[in-house]
Every structure is written in C-alpha cells, then in structure tokens.
C-alpha cells in the first residue's frame, strides 16, 4: 500500500510502503506441522516422518570462530576491511517472492521495512558447507567473507521434512510482521506443495548449532 506525498508547488514526490496485516491470520498451527526449537523433539518428529518448523534461540546457532557474524538490517558502512570489521557486516536479504512460502506474506525479493522488525536479534545459518541448500531467504554476505547465509531454508531430513528459520516469530501478540510470516510458512508447510528437493543429514543439522 504506497502512500505518496508531494512538495507544494513542485515536481518532486515521494513514497512510503505501509505494511498491513490481518489482526489474526487465517492460518493456524497446522495438527502435522511441529513448532519447536528443541533438537530432540525435532529428531523424534522427523524418525516418524513429520514436518518441523525449527526455530532454535538466535544466541544457539554455530557462528563463525574465525570472523564473527552480527547481521544487520542495514548494509554495512563502506568496507570492513577499513572499518576494522565495524558490524553489520551483511548487505541486506534477497528472496523470491513467489515462493510459495510468501504466499500470505507479501514481499519484494529484497529487504524492506516489514523485515525490520523480524530480523532484530536474528541470527543466520552458516551454510557455506551445505551447498546444495538453497536458502528461502538469505542474507547477503560481506563481500570479504562471501558466506551462504539464510534466515529461513528448507530441506529432508530423515524421513521428515524441515523449515528452519534462525528469526525468533514467536510472542508475536505486537508483532504483526512476526505474526504473518510465521502464519505464511505453517501455511506452506500444511500444503502440497512443501516438497524440499535438498536432504541433510541430522549431523548436517546439529552442526549448525554452535558448542
């Protein structure tokens, strides 16, 4: 929805996107879909070849020892090599927004103001070591570094299948971007269409929560 405004007497104008969401989304936890960011309750779930939205505590994820990641909603400031790796060291969010997984989740294929609010005290998944993933949303690496990086992937595991998403979407009653994209994944995930075509191992999985 873009708000426009205008200088008076001028040619030049602006525009603002606004955001709006259903006050409770349609979509509710779907009965085959585990919420959960506990890893043994997500292993017995994909032993009986169930779904898991794994959603582990941002401060748990396996960072990287030699270069330390802070993600940011904003780019970086110029170049970390001059700045002596002043964070945030990512460049934004890339996605396609036709993925089924945003399908009550309007957005572009890069950051706007409606992931703002999501990627605060977010913390993405190293993937650099799991090629074949392909991230739902991934976050752009320091040019330096050049990591795979995603807030959100998808994959088999096991007999199971997984979404795991390094954002916290819960507590979401004043957090209504929260609120959607958790309620547009479960809707994907309670479709047919949630067919990851990448399988990972459970110690894929358990080497992406750090010591």
Same mark, same amino acid.
């Given at each position: 929805m873009p708000l426009l405004g205008e200088l008076t007497g001028g040619s030049i104008s602006n525009s603002w996107d606004v955001f709006v969401y259903p006050e409770n989304p349609e979509s509710q936890k779907p009965e085959n879909v585990l919420v959960t960011s506990d890893m043994k309750e997500a292993k017995a779930a994909f032993e009986k070849g169930g779904s898991v939205l794994w959603m582990p505590p941002a401060k748990t994820i396996r960072n990287d020892s030699k270069r330390p990641l802070i993600a940011g909603f904003s780019p970086i400031?110029?170049?970390?090599?001059?700045?002596?790796?002043?964070?945030?060291?990512?460049?934004? @969010?890339? %996605?396609?927004?036709?993925?089924?997984?945003?399908?009550?989740?309007?957005?572009?294929?890069?950051?706007?103001w409606q992931w703002w609010e999501i990627q605060q005290n977010a913390q993405p998944f190293i993937l650099t070591?799991?090629?074949?993933?392909?991230?739902?949303?991934?976050?752009?690496?320091d040019w330096f570094t050049n990591r795979?990086?995603?807030?959100?992937?998808?994959?088999?595991?096991?007999?199971?299948?997984? @979404?795991? %998403?390094g954002a916290d979407l819960t507590q979401t009653d004043q957090r209504p971007a929260a609120r959607q994209l958790l309620a547009s994944l479960l809707n994907y995930m309670d479709g047919a269409k949630f067919e990851p075509s990448v399988s990972i191992t459970l110690t894929d999985l358990e080497g992406l929560i750090g010591p």
């Open positions: 400031f110029w170049n970390t090599a001059w700045t002596k790796w002043q964070p945030p060291h990512t460049l934004g @969010i890339i %996605c396609d927004p036709k993925h089924p997984a945003f399908e009550k989740f309007p957005t572009d294929m890069h950051s706007n070591d799991l090629r074949d993933v392909k991230p739902v949303v991934q976050v752009i690496d795979r990086l995603a807030y959100v992937f998808e994959a088999r595991v096991g007999k199971g299948k997984l @979404i795991a %998403c």
